[in-house]
Each structure stands twice: as C-alpha cells, then as structure tokens.
T-cell receptor, first 116, second 112 residues
C-alpha cells in the first residue's frame, strides 16, 4: 500500500522564480493538506484541499496557491520565491473528517526547497 | 492562543531510561492531541494521540499523560532505545477544523 508520494525530493530555485510541488495521497485518501517546515521548527499549515476546493487556509500569502485533481493528487505552487521560502514542504493526506477526527494524517517525506 | 509550546528543545537519555517531553496549550477548543515522530529526511509519522476525555493513553512503550485543567500534555517513552532517537512533535487540533498546530519539536538522542 503506497503511502504519500511527493516530488521532487529536492529543488533549488532562484529568488523571484516560481515552483510547483506535487503530491499523490495515500491510496483511499481524498483530502490533501500542505505544510511548510522551516529548519528546526514544527510544520505550519498552508492549506487543505478536498473535492478539488481549498477548504481552509493558514497564514500564508497569496503567493502560495494549490490545486487538487479529480484523482485526489495535488500541487502546491509558490510564486515570486523569497529566500524565506526555503523549507521542507510536507504533504499530508487523510480521509474527510478534519484534523480533529479519528482519521490520522499520513505525511509524505517532503520536498526540500532551497531558494538562492 | 493558537500556539502549542513544547519543551525541552533537546533531550539526551541513556538506553533503558524514560524520556519525557512536555507540551502546553492555551486554546480550550483543542480536543485532539497527537504526537508525531520524525526521522531525518522523513515526514512526521503519527505515534499516539489522545482526546481530553481521558487522562492517560498507553500504547506499548509510549504513554500520553493529559492534564485538562493545566492545559498540558506530555509524552513518556519508557525503556528508551537508540532507535527512538528522532525529533518528536506534539500537536493540537479542533474537531471540525482541518489543521494541526504543531509544537517546535524535541530532538531526542538515546545513548547506547
């Protein structure tokens, strides 16, 4: 049973560029959340997608956008990259029910983004 | 009010010892408290979780203690092993919402 798959694993971009990160959820899961984890910090919620709609958003600027496809996979797009966007970007999938439900989130291994 | 404060930042324990990590929260609407374990280069993995209607939950060597009145919860790792060396995150969530609020993490090292 494949878990959450993220690609690419590592990425180096220049300030001002745009980046797209991809996520395939665990088989059977229909909800995808994205988190940003800065070095030495806990993950911070970016947004969650369910039924191809953004269901909730954290405190991130509009430069961060996303998409969910009919097969439940998802993309995270970041425009006008800043040095401060350098982080590990984690995708987490779950069944519908929300963070406080009995359905735990399954995290992928993340995409390490370095902005230079 | 949305923060979850975690301590200590790092912890060194001898093999066979007890590792204790503490978290505190302010938002009384939180009603789900998971702990995640993260190895280098990997995403966080759910270890154990608790709801505020119980004061303790045990799964194998891992125990969560929950103090609702103090708004604190802790993870105890009994008989700590070198393979437990990882970063541990506490988190909190509210039913009906869709995000976890994570603590800042505790880097645990268990000496052989």
């Amino acid at each position: 049973d494949a878990g959450v798959t993220q690609s690419p694993t590592h990425l180096i971009k220049t300030r001002g560029q745009q980046v797209t990160l991809r996520c395939s959820p665990k088989s059977g899961h229909d909800t995808v959340s994205w988190y940003q984890q800065a070095l030495g910090q806990g993950p911070q919620f970016i947004f969650q997608y369910y039924e191809e709609e953004e269901r909730q958003r954290g405190n991130f600027p509009d430069r961060f956008s996303g998409h969910q496809f009919p097969n439940y996979s998802s993309e995270l797009n970041v425009n006008a990259l800043l040095l401060g966007d350098s982080a590990l970007y984690l995708c987490a999938s779950s069944l519908v029910g929300g963070a406080g439900s009995n359905y735990g989130y399954t995290f992928g291994s993340g995409t390490r983004l370095t902005v230079v | 009010q949305q923060q979850v404060k975690q301590s200590p930042q790092s912890l060194i324990v001898q093999k066979g010892g007890i590792s204790i990590i503490n978290c505190a929260y302010e938002n009384t609407a939180f009603d789900y408290f998971p702990w995640y374990q993260q190895f280098p280069g990997k995403g966080p993995a759910l270890l154990i979780a608790i709801r505020p209607d119980v004061s303790e939950k045990k799964e194998g060597r891992f125990t969560i203690s929950f103090n609702k009145s103090a708004k604190q919860f802790s993870l105890h790792i009994m008989d700590s092993q070198p393979g437990d060396s990882a970063t541990y995150f506490c988190a909190a969530a509210t039913s009906g919402t869709y995000k976890y609020i994570f603590g800042t993490g505790t880097r645990l090292k268990v000496l052989a």
